[in-house]
C-alpha cells in the first residue's frame, strides 16, 4: 500500500474533507460533493466494508499507522497522512479522532428491496435531529432491527453527524425512503400491511394500548412482522400517520412525566420487541 504524505492544507486532494461545518457547501451535503464521511478507527472499517463506493483515507501520522497496523485496506485506496494542524485547517475544526475516510452515495435501495425477508421495520416520520437519526440507527443495528424507513421531513441519515453518532451502523442498516410528499406517504404504509405487517405507532397517548400487549396477539405470541412508527420531539408521529396504522401503543410512564426522546422510546420498543423472540 502507498502512503501520500501531504504538507499543505491547499491540496486538491483533499477537497473530499474540506470545510466539513460550511453550512452552504460541505462535501456531505447531497446538492455539493454528496459524499459519505467516517470519523475515526470504529466507523470507519464500517464505511469501507459497506456498499458506498469509498474515495479515501486521510489521517495524521500516528492515528493512521494504528489504524493500518489493526486493519487490511483496498491497495487501490489513496491514503493521505498529513499533520493536526493541516488535517484542521482543511476541515474547518480540530477533529480529535485524526481519522477520516470518504466514500460516494450509492443509489438509494428501494422499499421493496429492504422489505425482503425483514421481520422488524423501524419508520420515521418528520425526525429531523441529525443525533436522532443517528441514535435510532445504533439501537436499531444492536436491538435486531432489519430495516428503517423515512417518511416525511426526515434529516439526512448520510450526513456525517449521524454517521457518527450510529456508529457507521447508518452504513449497515438497510433504509429506504417512501415515494411519496408529506400528505401522501402515509397511502404507501398500506403496501406494508399487504406484506404482512402489523403496524404499531408509538404515542404518549394515555388512551393508547400498552406496549408490552400491542406486540403480541391475542394468544401473547409475537407478530411475525412488525413496523414500529415513530414522529419529530415534540409533536410525534401526525395523526394522518397514526390512522394508518393498525395500533397505537404508548410507555407506561412515571406521573409527572409525559414523554420519551424519540430515539429511547423507539430502543425500549425495540428492546420490547426483540425480548418476545427470546421468552
Not at 272 to 277: H, K, M, S, Y
Request: glycine letters at 8%.
Amino acid at each position: 500500500m502507498q502512503i501520500t504524505r501531504i504538507t499543505t492544507a491547499l491540496d486538491p486532494r483533499l477537497d473530499d474533507i474540506r470545510d466539513l461545518n460550511h453550512s452552504d457547501n460541505r462535501p456531505d451535503l447531497p446538492g455539493s460533493k454528496g459524499l459519505v464521511i467516517a470519523e475515526g478507527p470504529l466507523v470507519i472499517p464500517r464505511l469501507l466494508e459497506s456498499r458506498f463506493p469509498s474515495r479515501c483515507l486521510v489521517g495524521t501520522p500516528a492515528k493512521l499507522a494504528a489504524f493500518l497496523n489493526n486493519y487490511e485496506v483496498d491497495p487501490a485506496l489513496p491514503i493521505y497522512e498529513i499533520s493536526r494542524e493541516t488535517l484542521a485547517e482543511v476541515a474547518g475544526f480540530d477533529l480529535h479522532r485524526g481519522l477520516l475516510a470518504t466514500a460516494d452515495r450509492a443509489p438509494e435501495l428501494p422499499v421493496s428491496q429492504v422489505l425482503t425477508a425483514a421481520r422488524t421495520v423501524l419508520i420515521l416520520e418528520g425526525v429531523g435531529d441529525h443525533e436522532n437519526i443517528g441514535a435510532l440507527f445504533r439501537h436499531a443495528a444492536g436491538l435486531g432491527v432489519d430495516a428503517v424507513l423515512f417518511g416525511n421531513g426526515c434529516a439526512d441519515p448520510l450526513y456525517r453527524r449521524s454517521v457518527r453518532v450510529s456508529m457507521g451502523h447508518v452504513l449497515r442498516v438497510p433504509y429506504a425512503h417512501f415515494g411519496g410528499t408529506h400528505t401522501t406517504w402515509q397511502r404507501e404504509l398500506i403496501s406494508l400491511q399487504d406484506e404482512g405487517f402489523r403496524l404499531v405507532s408509538l404515542t404518549p397517548d394515555p388512551q393508547a394500548e400498552n406496549l408490552s400487549k400491542a406486540l403480541y396477539d391475542q394468544d401473547g405470541t409475537p407478530w411475525q412482522r412488525i413496523a414500529l412508527l415513530v414522529g419529530a420531539e415534540g409533536p410525534g408521529l401526525s395523526e394522518h400517520a397514526m390512522r394508518a396504522t393498525d395500533i397505537r401503543a404508548r410507555i407506561p410512564m412515571a406521573l409527572g412525566t409525559d414523554s420519551l426522546n424519540v430515539a429511547t422510546a423507539a430502543a425500549i420498543a425495540m428492546y420490547e420487541r426483540a425480548r418476545g423472540f427470546e421468552n
